[in-house]
């Protein structure tokens, strides 16, 4: 987190308030994986982080490499955030094509692409049983039940009054930042919420309606 927000803002200070707030105040991530048990979703998400830093704030086909192998590395950990993986690449390499920002687009579809070959021994045979997924608990809902209004309570208090002079303060530096690195970080924000609404909500209720096999346990 310190090291992406040193690339996008530019400035020690703010970087070092993001990797704070990330590991001490946001409720359900970082350090908090492991008081609730999210511990496959902390190292996937860790390693995210790891591969965009490598692909956005390096240069050079080595840290392209180590991106690709990263990436890679999010395949075996953890089945959801490899579908926000694949939702995310091509998010983003599609946005980079159509903003004219053709050299970033082809060296994220190549690391992209390079880590799909890299794990491709699984993820063949992984997608040859997609016809078995009604064998699986993937049908069903094992996890918490979150309201729409419950929302900031999750995400914490604090850390969510903190999003809004976070972006006031975008706002007005806008022009200070390449459009580049805000267009990833719009596409990035997007991806992730509507992943969430999508799995939080409209499969759950789809999955509820089709095989009535959706638990909501409360804690």
Sequence with gaps: VYVIGKNFFGRDSLARASAFAYAFIANLGSLDYYRWGGLPNETAMTLLLTAFALVWCAHGRASGIFAAITFASIYFVHHHSMLVVFLLAASIISALWFTAQRADARRFAAIFALSLGIASFWL???????????????????????????????????????????LIALARDWSRWRATRVLIWEVWTGVLLAAFFFLEYVYRALTKLLTGNAVARRR
């Design 124 to 166: 063949v045979p992984y997608a040859l049983r997609i016809g078995k997924l009604s064998e699986t608990l993937v049908t069903g809902f094992w996890i918490f039940f979150v309201r729409p209004w419950e929302i900031p309570t999750e995400l914490g208090v604090v850390f969510t009054l903190l999003i809004i002079p976070g």
